[in-house]
Nanobody
């Protein structure tokens, strides 16, 4: 079993930055594709970004390209999401997820084996 714990969320003004962390425990996630999803009130959970186990490839939803950067430190079993130039529409609960079912990435939540509890990101205008 893998436990994922997100941290780093908070309240920030538009244009500001936050760095989210996702610490994995229970077993190594170095062979997993790691993703970040987000869910705003009243909306479906949506894919934000993912990174392959080798760190060679990363994928982003169009709305965050150029502003968000995903990275991972396999030695520390941790994944990061650097969020810059934040906008009010980025407000959501952000979830970290791990998948052993995909090779590159997927936006399908059902293909991710493990999920964190989420961390709230609120961007004020």
């Amino acid at each position: 079993q893998v436990q994922l714990v997100e941290s780093g969320g908070g309240l920030v003004q538009a244009g500001g930055s936050l760095r989210l962390s996702c610490a994995a425990s229970g077993r190594t996630v170095s062979s997993y594709v790691m993703g970040w999803f987000r869910q705003a009130p009243g909306k479906e959970r949506e894919f934000v970004t993912a990174i392959t186990s080798s760190m060679v490839s990363t994928y982003y939803v169009d709305s965050v390209k150029g502003r968000f950067t995903i990275s991972r430190d396999n030695a520390k079993n941790t994944v990061f999401l650097q969020m810059n130039s934040l906008k009010p529409e980025d407000t959501a609960v952000y979830y970290c997820a791990a998948s052993s079912k995909v090779t590159y990435y997927s936006g399908r939540t059902d293909l991710y084996d493990y999920w964190g509890q989420g961390t709230q990101v609120t961007v004020s205008s």
